[in-house]
């Protein structure tokens, strides 16, 4: 039986709207304050062994994004519980985790040590990075130096060159210009060719996402109404009727 790399077992998310930051602020020391409930994941169950390749279909603000990052340990669930077996590469919050003040290149290797990887495995993909990165002699300038173009260069070039084993990309998402998208693409293509690869991909292309998964997922208010064959997936999904 294949390895579980994901399991999120009775997952729910909340977030607190507050109609401005004072009152957010105010709220952390007073119960008093008004609030609406989000519930942008809403009991949310799933397995993902490894080498799965899963779509996660839904119209905005179902919550997709909110499950990739509860994935990726950007944000947490406020109940239930999110497991992770493996080397997590998100394309999204690219950037997350970057520490202004020091260079492309310390920044370059926090993430990297972050994502687990030893000092010996960063040295082996540092150039590669820098190189696929294009930002040239701005790597050894403070982050705060870089427009949020190069930002987003450098976090991308990162997450595809440290050989992912559960790879997240959210479509939503796209860097540069028209060339650099290109080569960002095919670098996608690429890894998710690659067998091992645990892929959990977020789109509105439905091609594209029928071509990579086997298994599609639709979330409609914060909650899986469906999860089986991506053909199924697709057909429900594009009917609209869930
Ligand atoms: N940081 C946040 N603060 C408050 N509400 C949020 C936040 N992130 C997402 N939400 C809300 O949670 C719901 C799900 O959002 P999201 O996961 O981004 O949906 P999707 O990616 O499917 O479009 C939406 O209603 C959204 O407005
Ligand atoms: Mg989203």
């Keep these: 039986m294949a390895k579980v790399v994901v399991s999120f077992d009775h997952v729910s998310k909340l977030y607190k709207l507050f109609r401005n930051d004072k009152l957010r602020l105010m709220s952390v020391f007073s119960k008093k304050v008004n609030y609406i409930e989000k519930w942008a994941a809403n009991d949310v169950n799933f397995t993902i062994e490894q080498g799965d390749s899963v779509a996660i279909f839904g119209s905005n603000g179902a919550g997709k994004s909110t499950v990739l990052k509860m994935v990726t340990g950007v944000t947490f669930p406020t109940k239930g519980n999110v497991v992770v077996d493996g080397r997590v590469s998100a394309l999204l919050e690219l950037t997350a985790g970057f520490d202004p003040e020091l260079s492309g290149r310390e ?31 701005y790597i050894d300038q403070p982050t705060r130096t ?96 869930y």
Excluded: W
């Excluded at 084993?165 to 693409?185: H, P, T, W």
């Excluded at 690429?190 to 439905?206: P, Y």
């Excluded at 053909?231 to 609209?240: K, N």
């Design 107 to 137: 920044n370059l290797f926090l993430k990297c040590q972050l994502m687990g990887m030893r000092d010996k495995e960063i040295v082996a993909v540092e150039q590669i990075i820098i190189d696929f990165a294009e930002i040239g002699d």
């Design 146 to 241: 870089y427009s949020s173009g190069m930002l987003a260069r450098l976090g991308f070039a990162i997450s595809v060159n440290t050989d992912p084993e559960i790879f997240i990309v959210d479509e939503a998402l796209s860097v540069g210009d028209a060339r650099f998208q290109e080569k960002c693409l095919h670098k996608v293509q690429e890894i998710i060719a690659r067998n091992h690869v645990t892929l959990l991909f977020v789109t509105h292309a439905i091609d594209t996402a029928a071509k990579f998964c086997s298994r599609g997922i639709v979330m409609k208010n914060g909650q899986v109404v469906f999860d089986g064959h991506i053909d199924d997936a697709v057909r429900l999904y594009q009917s609209g009727d």
